[in-house]
Structures are given as structure tokens and as C-alpha cells.
């Protein structure tokens, strides 16, 4: 069974789709592991403001096959393939780790490049996964994220509950 950390992050509709997400994420892969939610701005286009969060998910389905489970979330929550790369969302689910693999496996480069290059990512895979070193550089994520510019991109905790849960840093 793979531990695999997930990305996610929607700027529109945004509390509906997260926890529309986290609602299919647990009927689809059981517990899952969550960071806080942190909202920043958008990256790469002027738009609302992201909610961002890192999953961890326990999975035997092969890489490819998460990936399509995954993109059918999107789509069921009117994710628009046509729209532009850098551009509004209603739900974007990523691939960031599986367990300490790096290369291609099923067509998806692993580790994600996004996990070092934005906070977003980095800061809530740090928080949940702080002593697991990252497959090509050998750092923990704790250790990347003390090193990450912090100039770059801002983020912020905020206020978020799912079944009960407190999801706020």
C-alpha cells in the first residue's frame, strides 16, 4: 500500500469544493491525513484567492489509476478542462509524493516540482509529513521549508472545518 500526498486547492466556490473533495477523498480512499487550509493568492494570473491544503492518502490502485479517480472529482465538482493553464478553479487535485519514488510512473513526474517552488504546497506538506525527505534532494520537507523564501508567496491559515474537524493551523 503507497502513501501518496495530495494537493489541493480551488478559488472558486471555494469551502463547497474543498470539502467536496475531502468528502470523496475519505468514500474513495479511506482516513486521510490533513494539514491545515491556508489561503493565498493566486499564482501565475490575477483571480480570487486559493484555499490550499496537503492530504496523505493510502492507496493499492496503481498511480494511474489515482490519477483518474482524481481527476473525476474535479470533474464532478466542474472542473473546466478547456480553461486556461494559470486560471480560475474549481478544484485542482495534484499528485505530489508517492512514498519515496521519483522518475515517471504512469505518465505523472514524481515528486511534483511544485512541491519546492510554492508555498502553498510546501508549507502543508511540511506540517504533515516534517521528517519525510523529499525523494530526489534527500532534505526533509521541515528542512525545505526553513530554507524557502518566504518573500515569494504569501499564505495564511484560516478557519476551516470538515466532520468536525478543525483544519486551522
Known amino acids: 500500500m503507497a502513501l501518496i500526498y495530495l494537493s489541493l486547492g480551488s478559488n472558486v466556490e471555494r469551502y463547497l469544493r474543498i470539502t467536496a473533495a475531502l468528502d470523496a477523498l475519505t468514500e474513495r480512499f ?5 494539514s491545515s487550509v491556508y489561503e493565498s493568492n493566486s499564482v501565475g494570473f490575477q ?16 498511480l494511474g489509476e489515482v490519477s483518474i479517480i482524481l481527476k473525476q472529482i474535479e470533474n464532478d465538482n466542474g472542473r473546466d478542462r478547456s480553461a486556461p493553464h494559470f486560471g480560475p478553479r474549481s478544484l485542482d487535485i495534484d499528485i505530489l509524493t508517492m ?48 530554507c524557502y523564501d518566504k518573500s515569494k508567496q504569501k499564505l ?4 476551516f472545518t470538515w466532520q468536525g474537524k478543525n483544519l486551522t493551523a
Open 30 to 34: 479511506g482516513e486521510l491525513t490533513l
Open 47 to 62: 483571480g480570487d484567492n486559493f484555499l490550499n491544503l496537503v492530504a496523505g492518502i493510502y492507496s493499492e490502485s496503481s
Open 99 to 146: 512514498d519515496n519514488v521519483s522518475g515517471e510512473v504512469d505518465g505523472i513526474e514524481l515528486p511534483r516540482d511544485e512541491v519546492l517552488k510554492n508555498a502553498f504546497v510546501l508549507l502543508p506538506l511540511a506540517e504533515i509529513a516534517p521528517d519525510t525527505n523529499h525523494p530526489i534532494t534527500g532534505q526533509s520537507y521541515a528542512e525545505h521549508w526553513q
Open 156 to 159: 495564511w491559515p484560516v478557519p
